[in-house]
């Protein structure tokens, strides 16, 4: 589609945006503020990767909202009121550089008597959920399960779990529960009868419960459309059917990927016809393959993937989790993250994705903050982020940047304001009062806090979460890279310094932080953006591209082709927008903070440095 064509139908949406859809209340909000005309549209999977309703590739950066909806001390939902959520989006968006959540929510309480879904309880994670949607930050909501149910756990239970309700549970004939000698609540998962016979029970349909789940899941898509204005919907991404899926136990004969193929994928192709039906036909299913997957200890690892599944197609995406469990365990992994220790990890997800046909989310990552193994997560968490940014170490990032694979989507876990300040009754034990941490299962991974103020505040290093990171590519991305020098400890933590080759880029970069994108110009007219995090600042910012050499950007205008403008949602966070005027041209551009008052000569000699070595290597 022509240039011209892509603006002409952008000003018919624009002008048409105030139309109501048939069955579909009239907006009870507006656009973002801070929205420019290129904004809101709604995503959809293109070529393997996320595109939004100007051709862009998209990538989703944020965090899970969250474990709180695992409690019941705020009724199963993330927030105890609006303006927390309110409060927490702001800061999600200012604070943590995300675009997007997970958005967590509860079987059990959308669905506590059997048949009679709790429009209440909808009715306040919808408002809760605008709170993020206002704040120009996209959701996928996830109906999630950790353990199958708390209902299966007694008030003296040294555990704990979250998913079904106490009717699920009281439906079947489950033993007592009982991990035996268990070191780490998700030992739960293979060691506990009741877990494994509640999951076995869910997955082949036992009293009818994926039925009623089914419905429910139904009824709770059909309340968001109908009760969120056609610029909110539009900031739904899809919904992830079912957190962390496992078959419980296995029949005999049955392995992990023939109980992918004929229980866990039939399921989805339900739930797909539940979103059909309930008005979401154009958004996709994050669908997860079986827990361990790509578990990285050869002795979790379970064949899977989805692998007999097909080409999946613009109707689901592959979404996943992964955590380093040999950095969890203490034992298996005696020393602290590397360079390009994930890469292999999350280059695996990238290629289970373009084998499917879809694009990849990793919607959990994280680490301990606190605890024995806390001492790991600052390289820990630099590493999943750099894996997620490249499929190259930072070591060889620059002289094989062709190979980096696509730049994959991420949501870490996660964004709890209330961590550290819960007060839970586990299991319903009044003796039992948690408050620190997570307050559940004795997890701590909040990325952020309440200070004493009731300020939200960052529990990791700023360097770290607030990442330049290509938002939205108009074209297709090349290769990405960005040095954050985050810290362990004192620790600057730098594993992809500019090369001696280029002396002029790491002159102009000193010992600041940096991003490189490289990417090939499509169709359309909006701009390349990426998220500029508060330490790069305007005043502090240089970006040298083909596209035009500043410091300091202007603000954007449709003839300034390298510039700033504020993310839509009126949080105060900022982008860089880069504008081409061709297509199927090769682009590049280098963002810095590094540098001050950079001379024209020094930022031309580093233009002609990166402009041979993108032509060198692409």
Not at 400 to 415: D, F, H, I, K, M
């Amino acid at each position: 589609m022509s240039k011209i064509r892509v603006r002409l139908l952008t000003a018919l949406v624009v002008l048409c945006g105030s139309l109501t859809v048939a069955g579909i209340p009239p907006a009870t909000a507006a656009t973002p503020s801070d929205s420019l005309w290129f904004d809101g549209a709604p995503l959809t999977v293109r070529g393997g990767r996320f595109a939004d309703g100007q051709g862009r590739e998209i990538v989703l950066r944020g965090y899970n909202v969250s474990g709180e909806t695992k409690l019941e001390e705020n009724g199963g939902l993330p927030f105890a009121s609006v303006a927390d959520a309110r409060k927490s989006a702001t800061a999600l968006r200012a604070l943590g550089g995300g675009n997007a959540v997970r958005f967590l929510l509860s079987w059990s309480h959308a669905e506590p008597v059997r048949g009679q879904v709790d429009t209440a309880y909808l009715a306040a994670a919808t408002e809760q959920m605008r709170a993020f949607l206002d704040a120009g930050v996209r959701v996928y909501p996830d109906f999630h399960q950790d353990l199958y149910s708390r209902h299966l756990f007694g008030t003296g239970s040294w555990y704990t779990g979250d998913g079904a309700p106490k009717w699920a549970v009281d439906a079947g004939s489950y033993p007592k529960e009982s991990c035996g000698i268990c070191l780490f609540w998700g030992q739960n998962i293979t060691q506990n009868a009741a877990v494994q016979k509640a999951q076995y029970d869910f997955w082949h349909n036992a009293h009818g419960l994926q039925d009623a789940f089914l419905a429910t899941a139904q009824t709770t898509m059909a309340h968001l459309r109908q009760h969120l204005s056609a610029e909110e919907f539009a900031g739904i991404a899809g919904f992830d059917p079912y957190n962390e899926p496992y078959a419980g136990s296995y029949d005999s004969g049955q392995t992990s990927r023939t109980w992918e193929r004929d229980l866990l994928w039939p399921f989805y192709g339900r739930f797909r016809a539940r979103m059909d039906a309930a008005g979401w036909a154009d958004k996709p299913a994050f669908v997860e393959p079986n827990l361990f997957w790509n578990a990285n200890i050869s002795t979790q690892k379970q064949e899977g993937g989805l692998l007999d599944a097909g080409t999946l197609g613009p109707g689901y995406v592959l979404n996943t989790h992964f955590y380093d469990q040999k950095a969890i365990s203490g034992i298996l992994m005696w020393g602290k993250a590397a360079d390009g220790q994930y890469a292999a990890d999350f280059a695996g997800v990238r290629d289970r994705a373009s084998a499917a046909g879809t694009a990849a989310v990793v919607s959990e990552f994280g680490h301990p903050l606190a605890g024995t193994v806390a001492d790991k997560a600052p390289t820990v968490l630099k590493a999943m982020y750099q894996a997620l940014d490249s499929r190259r170490s930072g070591a060889g990032w620059w002289t094989n940047p062709a190979s980096s694979g696509p730049v994959l989507s991420g949501t870490q876990w996660q964004w709890d304001l209330y961590n550290g300040r819960h007060k839970e009754l586990m299991n319903g034990n009044p003796d039992k009062v948690l408050t620190s941490g997570d307050a559940w299962n004795d997890e701590d991974l909040s990325a952020v806090g309440l200070d004493d103020s009731g300020n939200a505040v960052l529990r990791q290093d700023a360097r770290l979460l607030d990442r330049v990171y290509p938002s939205a590519t108009a074209g297709t991305a090349l290769a990405f890279t960005y040095e954050d020098r985050s810290r362990d400890g004192s620790t600057v933590l730098t594993w992809n310094p500019v090369p001696g080759s280029l002396p002029n880029v790491a002159k102009l970069v000193g010992s600041g932080q940096y991003g490189v994108l490289v990417w090939r110009s499509g169709d359309g007219t909006a701009p390349t953006e990426l998220h500029l995090p508060a330490s790069f600042p305007t005043a502090a910012t240089t970006v040298v591209s083909d596209l035009g050499t500043v410091h300091a950007p202007p603000v954007y205008g449709a003839a300034t082709p390298v510039a700033v403008a504020a993310e839509p949602g009126g949080t105060g966070s900022r982008r860089l927008l880069l504008t081409d005027t061709d297509s199927g041209t090769l682009h590049y551009a280098l963002v810095t903070n590094g540098a001050t008052a950079p001379t024209a000569d020094l930022l031309s000699a580093a233009r002609a440095e990166l402009a041979a070595w993108a032509a060198a290597r692409f």
